[in-house]
């Protein structure tokens, strides 16, 4: 019974990381490449719509998904634009898209608010791996998005430590200046990583409406983006610590409702549902003191602007 | 001789509310160091932009073996074979040595970094240029840092190497490491130009000199067809007065003394490991090391910006508190910060402000409000008797230019009489004619009887300067010599951490 208990809180933990862990590594490979990006609740929330909108239209969770990856990369573009190009400051553009992200969403979503989604992203446990204990039930009966984000953190690690383009994207988040100088084209690069951190932090955006929860509510990330952005910095910038991050905030978030769901521990709603928020503070402390001690950090170019003709 | 390997013909580029380079002709030959001597701002750096590609001209044409040819970016520069070692340094800090050389090079899609760090190995063997391609940039000294620029260069098999004021992060021994590495690449065929503004250099180590001035091309010279003399003329456009001998110290009562001094760095790790010195009222005492060595914080610690782990600071008999800048000021302390625009002065305020900025606690300036009137005939005054020319009293000082910016610290600094100056590289990046008006004034304060300590890397400054010299290196004294008595290359050994004396007087 215990065990059953557990499994299921883990189980949640992995459904309710997902999202996050999807905004957090588009916000890696954005920041990566020296772009600070605060837009990512607005972006989650333009893809989660658009995402909802075409899935109820087409009746295919697909078509909503890849809408919502292309949707949210428009946003990302527009923020790309702005930034690279014009050279906004990054940190006031991005609040400017969450604000714009979170209006737009919310009046697209209007007329979809109570309406049932055909079909969603269903719990499609992979044969014989699902039978592992322990592991089977908590990683491999999941939906398919959730698979998908198994296979893009490590695909995304050799991407950024192993290929001649990934050390180009490392290479323009700490010194565009010498990536300039040897022929990489920091504007371009930029441009592609900060779309592409767009289009995963709409992928986060879809899974809450297309798999999570499905259904469409204003305003329905409820600060996960701002998480995802602080998971970023809790990662170190590294794909593969942001699972563990993603995991531990979805398990928070689960274990908030198993509490709740239970009669025998009363802890006030609102308590529960501060604990997110509260643990995200505490893990920004904890990991700032560290970062601050070993020679870990921001990429050195973050959210500077790169202009090759300043003097 | 044949054709010219590169040529610049008629380059004019210009930035706003500047001619940067105007009708510039450079030709460089396979097989020859090529030095591009001039003032700062005289437009070399920026020519060398353009040649890699990094600037666009509005006019003028770049000829490679005699085709015209037309660099839109860095890129188009490295594959004809043209690389640039900038003056700061393009490295990835937290790379090792094999991924900053890896950067940017075409392939497939795997990084095979082993293959790369060999090839490295193989190209440091060759040429004398000693690194470890596992070691991360941060770890390594600036003069290795240096060598991994070059070895980025010859990697790529560059022909023509364009380095910018090499040598001034250098000691003289390195430098002469560096040269005979050029010699090198000149031999097997490469086209080496180097850009500086010290003759000395020039005459030791190019074969052939084009001098600009202005952002315009004055000549072309062969090295043993000239002199120094000529060069200096050709360079400034006029006769070099040269500093009179400075007179004898009239040293009398000590005013700063340090006793066991400890601090840390930015980093929490130790930057001065127990240092000695005292300066005299009437003496300038010279600071002699590489950048990065301890001056940085020793110059902060005495201007009461730094807390202090242990020893003691003294200055006129006041013992000086934790890091407390205004218990350093009202013992008469004056500092001039390496970075003028980043801690000596506000970019965007006007030079009434940023004068302004030490005094306005006096209570001459009102007791509550400030006399704005007062205060702008003050700061007229000052910015006349220092020399200080600018576009107006109010306009940001970030558009001044650095001898400028420079004289405009030192009146603030200076008009308060000060017992002691901390001068942190204060000629760093000035044109000639700008370090000599403040070394005029470093001496004139020395006259007055002030106690200077002057930190600075250039040897032949301090040579002209100090009556003492102090050597350090990573955080230690390892030298202190009578300016009468100290050889360059004994100093250079102490500056390298090759040679240590023990500190008597």
Redesign the interface.
Request: aromatic share 12%.
């Given at each position: 019974m215990e065990n059953t208990v557990l499994i299921t809180i883990l189980a949640a933990a992995v459904t309710a990381g997902t999202p996050i862990l999807y905004a957090a590594l588009g916000e890696i490979i954005c920041e990566r490449s020296g772009v600070l990006n605060l837009g990512v609740e607005g972006m989650m929330l333009v893809g989660a719509v658009c995402g909802y909108m075409v899935a109820v239209r087409s009746a295919s969770p697909w078509a909503g998904f890849l809408v919502a990856l292309l949707a949210a990369g428009a946003l990302a573009a527009i923020f790309a634009f702005l930034t690279i190009t014009l050279r906004a400051n990054q940190v006031v553009t991005g609040l400017a898209l969450t604000i714009f992200g979170t209006g737009v969403s919310g009046f697209l979503g209007k007329p979809y608010i109570g309406i049932p989604l055909p079909l969603s992203f269903k719990k499609a446990p992979i044969p014989v791996l699902s039978d592992i204990p322990l592991l089977g039930p908590v990683f491999f009966s999941q939906d398919v998005l959730v698979y998908l984000s198994y296979i893009l953190v490590p695909l995304l690690g050799y991407y950024l430590y192993?290929?001649?383009?990934?050390?180009?994207l490392?290479?323009i988040g700490?010194?565009p200046?010498?990536?300039?100088?040897?022929?990489?084209?920091v504007f371009a690069l930029r441009y592609t990583y900060v779309i592409i951190g767009g289009m995963l932090a709409g992928a986060g955006g879809a899974y809450l409406s297309l798999a999570y929860a499905p259904s469409w509510l204003e305003n329905m990330t409820a600060g996960r983006g701002w998480i995802a952005v602080a998971l970023v910095i809790f990662a170190f910038w590294d794909p593969f610590r942001a699972v563990l991050g993603a995991y531990l905030f979805g398990g928070v978030d689960a274990l908030t409702y198993t509490l709740q769901a239970s009669t025998n521990i009363q802890v006030p709603v609102f308590f529960l549902k501060m604990m997110p928020y509260v643990l995200t503070v505490i893990v920004l402390i904890v990991v700032t003191r560290h970062t601050l001690?070993k020679?870990v950090g921001a990429p050195?170019a973050l959210s500077i602007p790169y202009d090759?003709?300043e003097? | 001789m044949t054709a010219p390997l590169v040529e610049m013909r008629g380059i004019t580029k210009t930035?706003p509310g500047v001619v940067a380079n105007e009708d510039v002709n450079l030709a460089v030959y396979a097989g020859e160091i090529h030095a591009l001597l001039g003032e700062n701002g005289a437009g070399k750096s920026t020519l060398m932009s353009v040649l890699?590609g990094?600037?666009r001209p509005e006019r003028g044409e770049i000829y490679f073996e005699g085709q015209k040819v037309s660099f839109r970016?860095?890129?188009?520069a490295?594959?004809k074979g043209i690389g640039?070692v900038?003056q700061h340094?393009?490295?990835?800090?937290?790379?090792t040595v094999t991924?900053?050389v890896?950067?940017?090079?075409k392939?497939?899609?795997?990084?095979n970094l082993n293959k790369i760090a060999q090839e490295i190995g193989e190209l440091s063997r060759e040429y004398g240029l000693e690194v470890d391609p596992q070691a991360r940039i941060?770890q390594l000294s600036v003069g290795e840092q240096q060598r991994v620029e070059i070895i980025?260069l010859l990697y790529r098999k560059a022909r023509v190497l364009i380095l910018d004021e090499p040598t001034a992060v250098l000691t003289p021994q390195e430098a002469r490491e560096l040269y005979r590495t050029l010699k090198k690449m000149a031999e097997q065929g490469c086209a080496v130009v180097f850009i500086t503004h010290k003759l000395q250099e020039v005459m030791e180590a190019a074969d052939t000199i084009t001098i600009l001035r202005a952002g315009k091309t004055v000549a072309t010279v062969k090295k043993q067809d000239t002199s120094e003399k000529e060069l200096a003329r050709l360079m400034v456009g006029r006769e070099l007065k040269g500093l009179r001998q400075k007179p004898a110290a009239s040293r009398s009562a000590t005013v700063l003394s340090i006793e066991d001094l400890r601090v840390l760095n930015d980093?929490?790790l130790e930057a001065l490991k127990g240092i000695n010195l005292t300066v005299a009222a009437g003496e300038i005492l010279g600071i002699a090391g590489v950048a990065g060595n301890g001056q940085r914080e020793l110059a902060e610690a005495v201007a009461g910006m730094r807390t202090i782990v242990a020893g003691r600071i003294t200055i006129a008999g006041r013992v000086l508190e934790q890091g407390n800048p205004l218990e350093a000021i009202n013992a008469g302390v004056g500092y001039i910060p390496a970075d003028r625009l980043d801690m000596g002065l506000v970019p965007n305020l006007g030079a009434v402000d940023n004068l302004l900025l030490k005094e306005y606690r006096q209570e001459r300036w009102g007791k509550t409000f400030i006399d704005r009137r007062q205060v702008r005939l003050w700061a007229r005054e000052l910015v006349e008797r220092f020399k200080v020319r600018m576009a107006g009293l109010d306009v940001p000082v970030k558009l001044m230019s650095g001898g400028n910016l420079q004289r405009l610290l030192l009146a603030r600094e200076i008009s308060t009489c000060p017992r002691l100056l901390v001068a942190e590289y204060p000629s760093r990046g000035l044109d000639i004619g700008a370090t000599e008006a403040v070394h005029r004034l470093l001496l004139e304060q020395r006259a007055a009887g002030a106690a200077i300590l002057l930190i600075s890397e250039d040897l032949e400054e301090l040579f002209r300067l100090a009556d003492r010299i102090a050597v350090m290196y990573e955080g230690e004294i390892t030298g202190l010599v009578d300016t009468a008595a100290a050889r360059v290359e004994e100093l250079g050994l102490m500056m390298a951490g090759a040679k240590r004396m023990e500190v008597g007087a």
């Open positions: 192993r290929t001649r383009w990934g050390l180009n490392r290479a700490e010194n200046a010498a990536a300039d100088a040897l022929g990489v084209n001690a020679r050195a090759r003709e003097r | 930035f890699t990094l600037y970016s860095p890129r188009d490295i594959n640039m900038h340094f393009r490295l990835v800090a937290p790379f991924e900053n890896a950067l940017g090079l392939g497939g899609f795997n990084l941060w980025k980093k929490g």
